[in-house]
């Protein structure tokens, strides 16, 4: 359980860290807040030649809240997020999801960019992204683009960040006024991975239902607001089209099940805060 | 910065519980093994080397991580505090003394991390119930205590610093 030989480089600046992913031809990783990586270096699952330390980047801790976006920079901790004076006015939903991600010694530590380059597909942060239809904003010596979620992301652990890429910050839309926002999972103990995660956002037009562990990725659908008889049905559906993955931490049957008992709440907490 | 080779070893230095130290270090070496084989400072134990366990718990620059999950090269001009830094001069600190009263440990071996951890907490919170302490000790695991003694020990740390009265320890 110690990591393999790497070189170390830790950078001060967005274009030498775009430089190293460049130079290094694939075999490089970013550093943010190593709560995952650090963890596989450990497992040595991945054995990078180059390990670009981002987790003091100048300029890069910064939550600004503009025209109805709030950018995270991406040296910024999930607890720095969690503590946000603006959180619960502008990211509701992230104010009730951030608490389940990990620990807090993981969050002191862990990044909200990194848990979205991680892409593991019962991570809280990817899918609050998803249901909200966030963007990343990807940097390299080729230039920026702006992926919103559905495009960045591609599967388990995998997304559309090339490797010689960073995400340098997210774009999360702020609240709707009026909207209700809704969030649950179930997991084997508090701050462990979920077994099904579900993500709820309630319009006077719609419901946005995002799930989380159930496939490769977050899965997103939309309804129009349904009445009441027809919700269970609804969520039936979907845990029969979703809820097919089987393994060590859950069987189907279960997952399917918690489609429909956590789906139901967690709509239930939406569309109680619909104004 | 200038790229660090795997297989040389770079010389840090960093706080640890309010002194200078340094030592040498590759980039792979975690901070866990870099305090206790590099400065033989083994009051962080360690467990399961990949963030489950919680034994390995430090604080850096205030806040509780994981030092198996920590490159010791990140740590150079940082502060650090471990286990060590918490008794001064051969008395231990309220949340160790309360520990002892409440039986809040039996082997040991978590009682480091979840110290650190705690007095994070101690520090930072205006508001310590045993809601939030349970959050904190979802980051550890105690196969010996049940956790029960742990919560009720650090409540009446929390209440002694609220009321500035110190509880006896007969
Ligand atoms: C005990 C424990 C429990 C956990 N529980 C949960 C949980 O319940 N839910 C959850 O979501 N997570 C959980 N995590 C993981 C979470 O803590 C990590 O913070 C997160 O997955 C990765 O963020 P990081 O900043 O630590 O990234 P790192 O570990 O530094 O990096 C992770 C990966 O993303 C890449 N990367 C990081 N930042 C960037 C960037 N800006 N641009 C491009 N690539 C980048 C790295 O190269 C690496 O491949 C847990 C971790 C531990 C140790
Ligand atoms: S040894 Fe670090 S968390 Fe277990
Ligand atoms: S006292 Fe033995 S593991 Fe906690």
Redesign the pocket.
Known sequence: MKPPVFDYAFADHLDEVAEFLADEGGEA????????????LNMRL?Q?TL?VD??RLPDHDFITLKEGVVEIG?TV??SALQFWPGLAESLPLLKRALP????R???N????????????P?????LCLAALNGKAV?YSSRGERVLAAHELQVGT?E?A?APD????ALRFPTAETGAGYGFGEV?YRH????IVAVAVVATSECLRIALGGVGEKPEVCEWPLLEDKFLDDALNDLAWKLGTNEDQHATAYYRRSLIRSLGRRVVGEALACLG | MPRLNAGQRHTIQFELNGKSVSGETEPRLLLSDFLRGVLGSTGSHVGCE???C?ACTVRVNGCAV?SC?TLAIQINGEKVETVEGLAGNDTLSPLQRAFRRHHALQCGFCTPGILMSLSELLDTGTDVNEKNIREFLS?HLCRCTGYGNIVRAALEVFAENRSGRAVSDD
């Open positions: 990783r970013v550093l943010a807040g190593g709560q995952s990586l650090i963890a596989m991945v990078p390990v981002i987790s991406c901790t999930q389940w991600v990990g620990h010694q993981t969050r530590k862990g990044t909200v960019c990194g848990s979205i380059a991680h892409a593991d019962s991570a809280e942060l990817p990807l652990l997304t960040c890429e960073m995400i340098r997991a701050g462990d991975f979920a | 990949h963030g489950v919680g994981r999950l980051g």
